[in-house]
């Protein structure tokens, strides 16, 4: 697991028309299965499970989602059992994260959508079916997964470069809640949720950070006009940019969070958002195996 990832630098006459600075976060080098923000989240996760004496952990999420791909993958390279509750009914043939994660070995469960809405209620009944196990929320955000991302926070502090603003894509904004307690005071950060409605992130970021007892260290804001239609919509716009992006610059984004978060960013630059001199820097979150 590759932590103390690097930053890179992105070149282009946009930025330069506009007078500001980009950079990007390599977090999508972590590790190519339990990547980005995924594992800064689950590290004190896991390690909290193992000084638990627990053999299993159980998480929950949607049938696409990261998460589940990520815990599978990092429970198995702790020696742990993984067991995954996942919103819906079971359909078959599995899509491909659900296959990845039960070659990883993951135990997967189905729970029907309006249990699942309050799942947190089903666990003593799933610890009644399945045996005990360490529970991680979804999207793995608590306040361990706060601690994780709070060393995310410090490699940025760390950079030789000054950072005025720190973008990064928002799920359960249990991330940004990370990068908000860890960074720099003199550093702002705006989250881009993925989901259409995302001002309800503004309470769950604020919750995260009052379980956790951690303090807001910066000025923070949610930009909710790059959702692109909602979580998973395919619009060729943001194809076409994501493409573009990978091209000129060799990195590659995917279309649920950090090709939403950049088209943004871009966006903003182009119509003049960051003042002239502004260092911005743009977490790369990870996730590109959707990609395959
Ligand atoms: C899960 C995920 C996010 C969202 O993280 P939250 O902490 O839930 O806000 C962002 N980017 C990528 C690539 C992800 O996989």
Redesign the pocket.
């Known amino acids: 697991m590759k932590e103390n990832t690097p930053i890179q630098e992105i070149k282009s006459p946009i930025l330069d028309e506009n007078g500001v600075r980009l950079f990007i976060k390599r977090d999508d080098l972590t590790h190519p299965e339990v ?4 594992w800064r ?1 689950l590290k004190y996760n896991l390690l909290q499970a193992k000084k638990e004496g627990y053999q299993t952990i159980l998480t929950f999420g949607g049938a696409y ?3 589940i791909h990520a815990f599978a993958a990092a429970g198995k390279l702790y020696g742990l059992n993984t067991i995954g509750v996942i919103r819906g009914e079971e359909h078959l043939p599995l899509n491909p994260t659900l296959k990845f994660a039960t070659e990883q070995g993951m135990k997967l469960v189905y729970m029907d959508r309006t249990s699942f809405r309050n799942y947190k209620e089903q666990i003593p009944r799933l610890k009644k079916e399945l045996g005990d196990f360490y529970m991680a929320p979804m ?3 608590n306040s361990f ?1 706060l601690k994780g991302v709070a060393e995310l926070g410090e490699e940025i502090n760390a950079f030789d470069e000054r950072v005025d603003y720190v973008c ?9 809640a990370g990068l908000i307690t860890s960074l720099d005071s003199d550093t702002k950060v705006i989250g881009f949720p ?1 989901l259409k409605g995302g001002e309800f992130l503004y309470d769950d970021i604020k919750e995260f950070i009052k379980e956790s007892f951690v303090e807001e260290k910066v000025d923070w804001t949610l930009n909710t006009h790059y959702h692109f239609g909602g979580y998973a919509k395919k619009k060729p716009e943001l194809i076409d940019f994501m493409n573009e992006f990978h091209h000129k610059h060799h990195i590659e984004l ?1 279309r ?3 090709g939403k978060m950049m088209f943004g960013v871009i966006d903003l630059i182009k119509k003049g958002f960051f003042e002239k001199g502004k260092h911005i820097l743009c977490l790369h ?3 590109l195996q959707i990609n395959r």
């Open positions: 990547s980005g923000n995924k989240k989602s990261n998460h999207g793995g955000s997964a990064a894509a928002c799920g359960t904004g249990g991330t940004l993925a995917e649920i969070y950090t979150s990870g996730g």
